[in-house]
């Protein structure tokens, strides 16, 4: 096993590996918007800011690489979130900055990744810096352990679990952070790690068996190794789109088919964007597709579509959330009867939930129905949803 006492960077094998196709695009490369020259190129063993040792590929996306790494001074496990030239993170630095100087009791605090760390370090090409987030590791995220799942879907049990726990984040984050987070999906939900041996375990699995990898002229793609199921509690991360303020707020914010209807209209907006995001996440999380599609028949993300879905699940909007906009008039009459060139599809969400009956599936779409409200005043706090009968179901059993 890994020996963490040790100050000296390890020295990794340099053979061993599959080698790909060099023709074959894989990992970041497979993203439409790729560019090689805006992302740093990495190689295991690598040392960062004269302390941390890479020693896997966890991850990538459209801005940023992730890796498992070795702090040297510490003797502990990080990870790293290095970043393309061109992404911006000053802003969630600010955010993370801003949660570290809050002093709190509230449990929803440990439900939040924090920041380790941060520092810039310049591509070996001589041109752009790249900005590096240092966190503590933590497990696979919910949309993997999801692809693990019998029908790629959470049990009751599961999801209650889960949505506790990012709720009671959720309240601290409005209550006493003031933080909106904007941005909850299952990729940026991670599991906590109970046994630390998982990461050591990572480490010589890479030294004894490295994954395959592409060389090309100036750098390596490898493929990420995955970590096993860690069981620990989930955690809320990336804060990225996370905005500081929870009044007033503007501009187009979440995911595509978990955008509240005030996104969608471009109104002000304040920090229920998160409560209806959470109520998208939750069908996502127990059931077998997005609550709505908001494409058209090309597949195109649109508007109008979206909206004929939400309007046929939740009925038609109050006039007052309307006149907040004077996009509505695209969709709506004055009368507030839609007059969209999408049709309104011929479907409910009582249809749509197959998986419970009875009263649990009037109690599991009444949960549903206190985050999902046009008028984001109506829709319950994160605290108030904590309490609802069918997330607390089974927390107390009699003795």
């Excluded at 590996?17 to 894989?26: A, H, M, R």
């Excluded at 740093?40 to 896997?56: A, S, T």
């Excluded at 209650?160 to 941005?183: C, P, Q, S, Y």
């Excluded at 907040?324 to 709506?332: A, L, P, T």
């Amino acid at each position: 096993m890994t020996d963490l006492r040790s100050l000296e960077p390890r020295v990794f094998p340099s053979s061993g590996w599959e080698n790909i196709e060099p023709s074959l695009p894989v990992e970041e490369e497979s993203i439409p918007t790729y560019r090689p020259e805006k992302f740093y190129p990495v190689y295991i063993g690598e040392v960062f800011n004269h302390r941390y040792q890479i020693v896997g590929k966890l991850g990538y996306g459209s801005s940023a690489t992730v890796w498992l790494g070795r702090d040297l001074w510490d003797r502990r496990y990080v990870t790293l979130k290095i970043h393309t030239t061109s992404t911006a993170v000053t802003s969630e630095i600010e955010i993370y900055n801003h949660l570290r100087t809050i002093q709190s009791n509230h449990a929803g605090q440990s439900c939040l990744r924090p920041l380790i760390g941060d520092f810039q370090t310049q591509n070996p090409d001589g041109h752009g810096l790249h900005h590096c987030l240092v966190h503590s590791p933590l497990g696979i995220s919910l949309d993997q352990l999801m692809s693990l799942l019998p029908g790629r879907v959470m049990s009751s049990a599961m999801v209650r679990t889960t949505i506790r726990n990012i709720l009671a984040a959720l309240d601290f984050l409005h209550t006493e952070a003031r933080v909106i987070h904007t941005d909850l999906q299952p990729s940026n939900i991670l599991l906590g790690i109970k046994d630390d041996s998982i990461l050591s375990r990572f480490e010589q699995a890479e030294f004894e068996a490295p994954m395959p990898r592409k060389t090309l002229g100036d750098r390596i793609i490898y493929l990420s190794r995955s970590l096993p199921i860690s069981f620990g509690t989930p955690v809320l991360c990336d804060f990225g789109e996370a905005r500081l303020g929870i009044d007033q707020q503007q501009g187009d914010i979440m995911p595509d088919v978990y955008r509240a209807p005030e996104v969608i209209l471009d109104m002000t907006w304040d920090y229920k964007v998160d409560i209806w995001n959470i109520g998208m996440l939750i069908w996502d999380l127990f059931e077998h597709r997005h609550l709505f599609k908001a494409r058209d028949p090309e597949g195109k993300l649109d508007n109008g579509y979206h909206l004929g879905e939400m309007q046929a699940l939740l009925g038609s909007p109050p006039l007052e959330f309307l006149a907040r906009s004077e996009n509505s008039i695209q969709f709506w009459d004055n009368s507030g009867k839609w007059k969209g060139t999408a049709p309104l599809p011929d479907k409910n969400i009582e249809a749509l939930e197959e998986r419970l009956r009875g009263d649990e599936k009037d109690d599991f779409l009444r949960f549903l129905r206190r985050m999902l409200c046009w008028l984001p005043e109506e829709r319950a706090t994160a605290k108030e949803l904590l309490f609802d009968p069918w997330l607390m179901h089974g927390l107390f059993k009699s003795v």
